[in-house]
């Protein structure tokens, strides 16, 4: 589809469609991007202002969080955000009805994480909030100089199973030159049909975890088929650790700047590297804080947990959501003259690549996306044994029946290919010496 076309009519009919502004946020967030920090300060307090009067107002939850701090929501500052008590995981799962306002244009749609901390979170997302994380994400890819409506890959998951909905999103993706090739399915056959397509396709960026990146692009250069796409411009990752090694061989092997973003699901599109490198915080929508392990904000230049207010969720506010991720505050101004705060990102979401029994790697999310859709599963860890085999632990959060037991352990053998998979039901699941929960680890790769 002609790239003007798409961008000019396709896209606004769908976001006219379904009710979205991403537009008009784009167009906004262009022009904030230079503004002096000052300036985007002080737009971050009207809008958290205007937050925190909605939830105290619409949602009982953070009434209560709000009112135990003693903020006043009409008189609220940046400084006063760090007197209300962090908000978890564990919160959100025993208290979201009481967190939600399902009467904001627009509705509320239903989500779920990868559950990279082992323990998956359902939770909901508004139009407001979709339209501000899509529109900082399309301001990133004309950071390099990339439009909407332009070609662009993906190597992503892909679902467990194809529904209705999906359908329609991949005839979607189809209209607005998007292509999903499935992470989650990276045998020696696939990879090879994969080269096909690119080079068919010819897309202008592509996206993906970087992991699943760069073996594509090893197996094609060990196969002699090495990816060259004329129209490409730039490889943008996320989802996990761009390692050093992997950002080598895109940057070697594709000739093209590779860019890393930083976001969740929960958390919003929270930071993007810039041509000089940079991850640049989107201020305009999220307020992001580094706090040590008891909480308490860090002085600049040392690692902390990053803490995000979305400040444009409103139909299910995140208000100082823990994310379990650390960084550090960069210093200093960057050279490209946007006046956005900084991050040097320090330790994300670190995951193994599995191995199939069929040949070929799975991403460690193929298998999350099994157990993260099962509501009796509370939190989990998924070790893969040399043997290729996995066993799986499993807390559970109610009853777990036989019958669900198979279905997961079949479902979770289809994603690796065939593999033995154990299921063992646990009170509480050990983490690394370092702190941290490894949801999936594998001894084979």
Known sequence: MNAAIVRRILIPLHERLIGRQTLRFLSDMEASQWWPREKLLALQRE???????????????????????????????LDDLHRLRLLNKADIAAHLPEMIDASVTGGLHDCTTGGS??????????????????????????????????????????PIEQTTG?????????????????????TL???????????RFDPVNLFGYPSSLSRLVRFGVDSGRPVRNSSLRAVFTTGELLAPPDRAILEEHLGVPVADGYGSREG?????????GSYHITMESVIVEL???????????????????????????????????????SMGACPCGRGLDTLDLVEGRRTDALRRADGGYAHALSVIYVLRNEPAVAEFKVTQRRTLDLDVDIVPRGP????????????????????????????????DPSGKHRHVVSEAT
């Open 291 to 329: 706090v040590d392990s008891e909480g308490h904000r860090v002085e600049n230049g040392q690692s902390g947990e990053i803490v995000v207010t979305h400040l444009d969720a409103v139909g299910m506010p995140f208000i100082r959501y823990r994310t379990g991720d650390i960084a550090r505050r």
């Open 400 to 431: 777990l029946d036989a019958a669900s037991q198979f279905r997961m352990a079949q479902l979770l053998s289809r994603q690796i290919g065939g593999a033995q998979v154990r299921l063992h039901l646990t009170e509480s699941i050990t983490p």
């Open 189 to 199: 056959q696939s990879m090879a049909s994969y080269l096909t397509e690119l080079s």
């Open 268 to 276: 919003g599109f929270i930071a993007h590297q810039c041509p000089q």
């Open 166 to 186: 999906d359908v329609i999103k991949t005839v979607r993706d189809r209209l607005t030159n998007h292509r999903l090739l499935n992470a989650f399915n990276m």
């Open 47 to 77: 809008k958290l202002r205007r937050l925190l009067q909605h939830a105290h107002a619409k949602t009982p939850f953070h009434r209560d969080r709000i009112d135990k701090a003693g903020i006043n929501p009409d008189s609220v500052s």
């Open 117 to 158: 901390t082992g323990a998956p979170l359902a939770f909901k997302m508004d139009r407001s909030r979709q339209a501000a994380d899509q529109a900082a994400r399309a301001r990133s890819r004309r950071w390099f100089g990339i439009e909407l409506g332009e070609r662009e890959a993906y190597l992503w998951g892909s």
